[in-house]
């Protein structure tokens, strides 16, 4: 019997001493609910893993799956009107060819941008601006990104009077953001913009930004957006110390959600909006 029990003593000892670090770990990577609610949950071109990228079909499945805002890329036709697609060429996301500048809306809107991602979307179109914003207004965040603005001169103009004819260029919803890796037309689009937040979208280079660099954009920024790959603790605090929000792209996996949660950054730009927890809804 001592036998019996002293080899039962040894073994529950040696399964503690496993078992502590695998709870360990489970809990180091736990995220609590509290948390989870305070992250704002951006969805990136829409709910762009489940639906094409910047059409309505991702917007609206942005908005089912309790997204805080849905992510959209600007630019502009050849006769100067806002459109909603990622890339400067239609070649991968329709079934035409040739850049976004040098084609009209009329040829723009006869693509199809449903069809490459699955046939159950065949004929979805790219959206304009202004159609965007119809009909999203007041349902749901928008992140606005500027693509590629260099490219057309009088986009940061356009953008704002779209807003203001809507009465959507203040700030007491905080629901509009402006974004760009053009940061020279972050500064203008804020001057047109004084109560919109903004923010500078920063990829890899930016690995090494100084604290002086972070206090120039804080000045007209209220966000850096930067790769995921470069986002650190100290990244985390040194933007908030700059005083600004820090919301990372782009979450392709709940092992990337995860981390980003850890780290503290303010809001996740994802492609799965079901790994961000969403905030509860509010009744006014």
């Given at each position: 019997?001592?036998r019996?029990?002293?080899?039962?003593f040894?073994?529950s000892?040696l399964?503690?001493?496993f078992?502590?670090?695998?709870?360990?770990n489970?809990?180091?990577?736990?995220?609590?609910?509290?948390?989870?609610?305070?992250?704002?949950?951006?969805?990136h071109r829409?709910?762009?893993a489940?639906?094409p990228?910047?059409?309505m079909?991702?917007f609206?499945?942005?908005?089912?799956?309790?997204s805080?805002?849905?992510?959209?890329d600007?630019?502009m036709t050849a006769?100067?009107?806002?459109?909603?697609?990622?890339?400067?060429?239609?070649?991968?996301?329709?079934?035409?060819?040739?850049?976004v500048?040098?084609?009209t809306?009329?040829?723009?809107?006869?693509?199809?941008?449903?069809?490459?991602?699955?046939?159950?979307?065949?004929?979805e179109?790219i959206?304009?601006?202004?159609?965007v914003l119809?009909?999203?207004?007041?349902?749901?965040?928008?992140?606005?990104?500027?693509?590629s603005p260099?490219?057309?001169?009088?986009?940061?103009e356009k953008?704002?009077?779209?807003?203001?004819?809507?009465?959507?260029?203040?700030?007491?919803n905080?629901?509009?953001?402006?974004?760009?890796?053009?940061?020279?037309?972050?500064?203008l689009?804020?001057?047109?913009?004084?109560?919109?937040?903004?923010?500078?979208?920063a990829g890899?280079s930016?690995?090494?930004?100084t604290?002086?660099q972070?206090?120039?954009f804080?000045?007209?920024?209220?966000?850096?957006?930067p790769?995921?790959?470069?986002?650190t603790?100290?990244?985390?605090?040194?933007?908030?110390?700059?005083g600004?929000?820090?919301?990372?792209?782009?979450?392709r996996?709940?092992?990337?959600a995860?981390r980003?949660?850890?780290?503290g950054?303010?809001?996740?730009?994802?492609?799965?909006p079901e790994h961000?927890?969403?905030?509860?809804?509010?009744?006014?």
């Open positions: 019997m001592k019996f029990l002293s080899i039962f040894i073994s000892i399964m503690t001493s078992a502590v670090p695998a709870f360990a489970e809990k180091e990577l736990s995220i609590s609910k509290q948390d989870q609610q305070k992250m704002v949950n951006v969805a829409g709910a762009s489940h639906a990228e910047n059409t079909a991702a609206h499945k942005g908005v089912e799956m309790k805080d805002y849905i992510e959209i600007v630019q006769d100067e009107e806002l459109v909603i697609i990622h890339d400067t060429t239609v070649n991968r996301t329709t079934n035409g060819t040739g850049a500048g040098d084609l809306l009329e040829e723009i809107r006869s693509l199809d941008a449903g069809s490459w991602f699955s046939e159950e979307f065949a004929g179109k959206p304009t601006f202004e159609e119809d009909a999203f207004r007041g349902k749901v965040g928008i992140l606005i990104e500027l693509k260099e490219l057309y001169p009088g986009m940061e953008v704002a009077n779209a807003l203001k004819e809507r009465n959507m260029d203040h700030s007491k905080k629901k509009i953001i402006i974004q760009s890796f053009n940061h020279g037309s972050m500064e689009s804020k001057e047109l913009l004084p109560e919109i937040p903004h923010g500078v979208l890899l930016w690995a090494g930004v604290d002086e972070l206090e120039a804080a000045t007209y920024a209220d966000y850096f957006n790769n995921q790959n470069i986002v603790p100290t990244l985390v605090d040194h933007v908030h110390e700059a600004m929000q820090i919301m990372p792209y782009t979450s996996s709940q092992e990337q995860n980003l949660f850890n780290l950054v303010d809001g996740i730009i994802t492609d799965y961000v927890y969403h905030h509860p809804v509010k009744n006014n």
